[in-house]
């Protein structure tokens, strides 16, 4: 018998026997196509992301959204037959954006013009209940603020410095842009400014403004900063360069409550021979209060169970404990991320790996490796298993936030690589819901992240 013939008759055998539990001699490519027909065949994972975004909804830490949220996916995990499901409680900070938020143009006589859509960025103070009038003093960077010596004085400081959209890579272009978000509070205050605003980070060009964590300095007075929509910002542009100086009147209510209890939720595959060394994945259960945080990062939560549901469904019993982790508090915080890591649980285990999706539920396109490069080598081993699911990309990368620490404690990193033109268009804004999310895509994510969890539970790395 010719042996492409042999091949035919085995694959034949494997299609007609979809539940045909794994053993120790199946190749890790059979594995693989079963994980992939039964993926695709379900989409099991956007069920989940649509419960978790209509039942949860918003899940910023401490909110009754995030409680939900907790409770929900313990169900989910229970649901899909995964063991030892539990939470590790830990506290989070409590940030409420309360019912006002606005920005009015105004003329020299107070009287009101256009409104822009801003919100406030998350860990913003409040402006007092009449709000903060000032001219607005645009620039692009810190340094340009700087050079302006004593002008913002008294003023309301607009960062107004696009994302880069030359670069592949959004992300990077995020990365270049967001230190207006992160630390323009601080800048614009240390230059006398009243208040601040800011560009919302993303490559679109429309009316949604986009929130995000902004941060104080202790010798530094703290000062109102929100985020206007990109639109508002080219308006407020425009009106400079003609020569006009507008005035802008900001109204925000948000404040910071006293910490309130959350948690991490888990759920397993106990392993068969190593049940003590354990291969994490995971993404981060809590969302801005903005949209419904499907793809940030709902996506990377429900594919996380998807991952053990899809190897349970198949009949995998890996040899090493596979742990679906949703963590608690990552945009404002990573609290939950460094609690997993120094819980008590952690000292009787070790920790072989740590994957994270948080990029967004799109098309999956391989993976970011975070360690040496004895690591990369290793699992470029498996890179045509990869390749086969569309996600051969295997390159030195950054595994996650909420990983990190448990990275840092020796655990090799994982972050999955996405398509990720659109991500930064829904990121942190009212537009990042379910209907952004595509089944097969999301679903796509869960298989790699399954096939990685089998590999590394299976082979070891
Ligand atoms: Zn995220």
């Not at 190749?27 to 027909?37: C, G, H, K």
């Not at 995964?82 to 409420?96: A, G, K, N, Q």
């Not at 390749?387 to 390159?395: E, H, M």
């Not at 895509?441 to 990685?452: F, P, W």
Request: charge should be neutral; include cysteine; proline fraction near 5%.
């Amino acid at each position: 018998v010719n042996r492409g013939l042999c091949e035919l008759l085995i694959a034949g055998l494997l299609l007609a026997v979809p539940w045909m539990p794994v053993t120790a001699a199946e190749p890790a490519d059979s594995v693989l196509q079963r994980l992939l027909r039964e993926g695709l065949s379900s989409t099991y994972a956007h069920t989940l992301l649509t419960r978790l975004t209509a039942e949860a909804g918003l899940r910023l830490s401490g909110s009754p959204g995030s409680q939900k949220a907790i409770t929900l996916t313990q169900h989910m995990m229970r649901e899909c037959g995964l063991t030892s499901v539990r939470v590790e409680s830990l506290m989070v900070p409590c940030w409420v954006r309360g019912p006002v938020e606005d920005a009015v143009l105004v003329d020299a006589r107070g009287r009101r013009g256009d409104r822009l859509n801003v919100c406030a960025l998350g860990g913003s103070i409040a402006t007092p209940k009449e709000g903060i009038t000032g001219e607005i003093v645009e620039v692009r960077s810190f340094e340009e603020l700087r050079a302006l010596g004593g002008e913002p004085r008294g003023k309301i400081v607009l960062f107004n410095r696009p994302m880069d959209p030359s670069w592949l890579n959004t992300g990077t272009a995020y990365g270049g842009a967001v230190d207006q978000r992160s630390t323009g509070a601080v800048e614009a205050a240390r230059a006398g400014a009243v208040a601040a605003l800011v560009r919302s980070v993303t490559l679109a060009l429309d009316d949604v403004p986009h929130t995000g964590a902004t941060h104080y300095a202790d010798s530094i007075p703290p000062i109102p900063i929100a985020a206007v929509s990109t639109r508002g910002a080219e308006a407020l542009h425009a009106m400079i360069l003609q020569g006009k100086k507008p005035r802008l009147r900001l109204r925000l209510s948000c404040q910071t409550l006293p910490d309130v209890p959350g948690a991490n939720v888990l759920g397993e595959l106990c392993g068969t021979e190593k049940p003590d060394e354990v291969i994490v994945v995971g993404g981060h259960l809590d969302s801005w209060d903005k949209g419904k945080g499907a793809h940030d990062d709902g996506a990377g939560c429900m594919q996380a169970i998807e991952a053990l549901r899809l190897l349970k469904e198949i009949g995998v019993k890996p040899k090493r404990t596979i742990r679906a982790v949703m963590f608690m508090n990552e945009e404002n915080g990573s609290r939950g991320g460094r609690a997993y890591a120094e819980a008590p649980g952690r000292r009787t285990e070790r920790h072989i790996a740590a994957i994270e999706s948080d990029g967004g539920g799109f098309t999956p396109r391989g993976l970011g490796v975070q360690g040496d490069s004895t690591l990369l080598r290793r699992v470029l081993r498996w890179q045509p298993l990869f390749d086969a699911l569309g996600a051969g990309t295997i390159r030195s990368g950054h595994g996650g936030v909420d990983i990190s620490p448990i990275i840092e404690h020796g655990a090799a990193g994982f972050g999955l690589v996405v398509d990720q033109h659109r991500y930064f268009d829904y990121h942190h804004s009212a537009n990042d819901t379910i209907d952004k999310v595509h089944p097969r895509e999301l679903e796509m994510g869960a298989v790699v992240e399954a096939l990685l969890c089998y590999l590394l539970a299976n082979e070891g790395i």
